[in-house]
């Protein structure tokens, strides 16, 4: 080991050599389940390449990918799958929200002063995710519904208890201006006799 690599480890984690071994033994593990997940990545791959029926494998390959989804996140989600889903909503902070166990963020494509319009919606993990603040427990249980009539391109979370729209994003036209459109509508408060 050189004098510079063995000078930086040592002021990284210390002149104790348990602390060597304990670090190597968490990298090897990483590894050791690094390679399981290749390996099965790999194994999927192989089948599709080599199958005559890509429609059941591509299908295979899909599903694969849902199941391992903290190894394979998207960046984005593709708005058009969003579409009907059914997820339980916990609430809004700024311009994101939370169904289900994931955190997105409504992304602004602003153009100028006058157009802006929804650029994305990004998958906001680790410590980004934790940080923002929504309820504990679900407010509601909600499907996505998608809205297009030329002009506007509005996405809304609808509950399905009662029909009360959660939320809208999406574009919105403003006196014949694009607009980024991000509303959210929480509930009256109820009170003892409701």
């Known amino acids: 080991m050189s004098l510079d690599l063995d000078w930086a480890i040592r002021a990284a984690i210390g002149d104790d050599p348990?602390?060597?071994?304990e670090l190597?033994?968490?990298y090897a593990e990483q590894l050791s389940q690094l390679?399981?997940?290749t390996d099965n990545l790999y194994s999927v791959l192989s089948g599709i390449v080599k199958s005559?029926?890509?429609?059941a494998d591509t299908e295979k390959f899909i599903?694969?990918?849902?199941?391992?989804?903290?190894i394979m996140d998207p960046e984005t989600i593709?708005?058009?799958?969003?579409?009907?889903?059914?997820a339980d909503f916990y609430g809004v902070d700024n311009n994101c929200f939370k169904l289900d166990d994931t955190v997105c963020e409504a992304i602004e494509d602003e153009s100028d002063g006058y157009r802006s319009m929804l650029d994305s919606v990004e998958i906001i993990k680790g410590n980004d995710a934790k940080s923002k603040i929504f309820f504990g427990s679900p407010v509601a249980r909600v499907v996505v519904e998608h809205s297009d009539d030329g002009t506007d391109n509005l996405y809304t979370l609808v509950d399905l208890?009662?029909?009360?729209?959660?939320?809208?994003?999406?574009?919105?036209e403003y006196d014949y201006y694009p607009c980024f459109r991000f509303e959210y509508t929480p509930k009256a408060p109820q009170t003892a006799q409701e």
């Open 18 to 21: 348990l602390d060597m071994t």
């Open 24 to 26: 190597l033994s968490k």
């Open 35 to 37: 390679k399981k997940r």
């Open 52 to 55: 005559p029926d890509l429609t």
């Open 63 to 70: 599903k694969w990918l849902k199941e391992h989804r903290g």
């Open 78 to 86: 593709d708005l058009d799958d969003l579409e009907g889903t059914e």
């Open 161 to 172: 208890h009662d029909g009360h729209t959660w939320l809208t994003f999406g574009t919105d």
